[in-house]
């Protein structure tokens, strides 16, 4: 009933934020757009809201063109990131104002709010004004301001991307659950991967001008289209080698132009990247996929496995990230928080490289799907 | 250079409709050169900690010492500390280059001394590109930067920085978080961090000040707050996602004493040294934490573990967290991406006896 399809959505001229994008959002579907900060996930969301106005292009709800309604009469609920609560009001009184403005009963308006006041954990200060709750508590008044309304598109900016580990996990979970979600269109703007890949049932990788891609988080993640996409999304972010090919002995080998680094190509690779004929290309490598390889470790045959220098060690929440020096090229590895390297500490590393992408070094496209 | 010391500081908000005692009995210790974080959840009075140090806030009762000496009553400029906010507070009509020249201005640095330093962070901060811009045309992360940039220029005694990774995105924040590390590698000066994200927290800071409800639970490194948390708050707060808690009894049935969940479903083995000390601690319940990255579906030579159904399984790219059901607890685990678990498979997590953290009922204390 309340599919939202954009159809060559325009904003900007000379340098447009939003150029000729398409997308259909499903009734019941939870979709991601993630992007670096600055890139326009904002202004699509405002796009949509309607509190600015595109240069070209349709935006349809269940069957409907809307892009010339005023906001107030768009059957679409947005969070902001600024918050944007009424300052004299409490925030019982913030939560309840779309249903206030819309005359409905008391009694259900009281029963809706304090609904979501609970879910949402700010039941305890619904007498208290927005300059005497904290930021994080705020953010989910604003949130409970969103949620508490009956639209038939959810735009959600950056909700939870202030609030501490804890309600954020609690909350991540609450978004998969909600039943007020399922019914509508929804459309969820963050800047964190991690949160877009396991809320999403579809994301959106936006870059210069609109999305880049497209697709369900393992498609996203496992299958970037271009460079920009698998360099966004991971953390530490993916492995990029300027990398010449040749052939050795029949076997392709991928040289780094910067260092005397080189490391084999996958057979499965190798026969793609003949067949384009690809010669200059960017090589990438998930730190997920290199590991540290213990003194007598046995090393299974996918790996690759060169002798580095440890240059830096952090160590994370879950995981610590290290960074190595080898044959003057640095690459930055995943590992275990419970095991200490030491700057200049001599350690083996295994590269599986059956897990390499392979991009155009110019156009940034991925050779090897 | 300063060593920052609090000794019970107190800060109450007086107001009509009931007073707010936002922080209570806190001391700390921060030494000469060293890299705190003030972590907490919003509302647990971090920020107004920061505040007082700073000086836009008075101290109701306590002693804050610089080096030693009294700060309680000095102006926020006789401080010598540089702050940066999470809400940029940079000058809307000024250009970039010249809000990072501000502070050097007013202390009368010639034109050229000026330049030189405000390009030198600007390289720092990767915002060369924009100098001749105003605030409003930079994106929030860059104007964060831009704000970071003017409390560093300064080259005061003590920096403190309120939260002012929040709004970049995790590209740049990692970047900017081996940045920092390496600007007080080689500043050498008194950081203070104050943050809700505790990988931040972690990652940049020799120390952690854990807070919450007005109070300083746990002072301590990573590895501190990782293996030895001192209370229930603290295992749930640091960690991500939080550490699985399970209410439980000591059951010796079968010769050693393990802990069994109140719903009879799950079986807890403690290490030989915790088995001590709940024996001898005597009480009849205890509360068991422990983390979601303890538990793996994969026995990795384990031979410890619990059974339970899993309800979702989140993909997040590296790894993926599922949430299951043990009998009628909920808890959390963190396995690798390429294990597609499948929602309603039952499961065995395996763990080892030293990851099972036990804490007291009723103090909430770990039991150590």
Redesign the interface.
Known sequence: MAQLQIEGLCKGWDFPVIDQMNLTVEEGEFFVVVG???IGKTTLLRLIAGLESPNEGRIILGGNDISRLPPYKRPVAMTFESYALYPHLSVFENIASPLRARRLPKREIEQRVMDVARLLKIDQLITRRPAE?????KQRTALGRTLVADPEVFLLDEPI???????R?EL??QF?TLEALRRVANIYVT?????A??LGDRIGVMGQGGLVQVGT??EV?EKPQTLFVA???????INILDCELSTEDGVLIACHRESSLTLPVAQAHAQQLKRGNASHVSYGI???YITVIADGEAVCDSLHVVDCTVS?F??????AILMAETAGATITA?SS?EHRYEQGESIRLGIDTAEAFFFDAVTGKNLVL | MARVTLDNVNKIYFSRRGDVHAVQDMSLNIEDGEFISLLGPSGCGKSSTLRMIVGLESVTSGEIRFDGDLVNELEPQERNVAMAFETYALYPNFTIEENLGFPLEVRGISKQDRKEEVHRIAELLQISDVLGQKPGALSGGQQQRVSLGRALIRAPAAFILDEVMSHLDAHLKFQMMIELRRIHQSLERTMLFVTHDQMEALALSDRVAVMNEGRLHQFGTRDDLYHAPANVFVAGFIGEPPTNFFTARPDESNGALTLLTLDGGTRFYPSATRAARIRSHGADQYIIGIRPQNMSPIANGLDTSITAKVLLNEYSGERSTLTLMAGENRLQAITHSSDRIKRDEEVKLYYHPDNVLVFDVETENLLT
Not at chain 1, 314 to 319: I, Q, V
């Open positions: 670096p900060s600055g709750v904290s930021g994080g508590q991307s202030h609030l501490d580990a804890k309600i996990h991540r979970a998969h800047h964190d991967y991690a949160e890949l396991s988080a393992h993640f360099e966004h999304l991971g953390q530490p972010s998930r730190p997920q830096l952090e160590p994370l929440g879950t995981y995943l928080p």
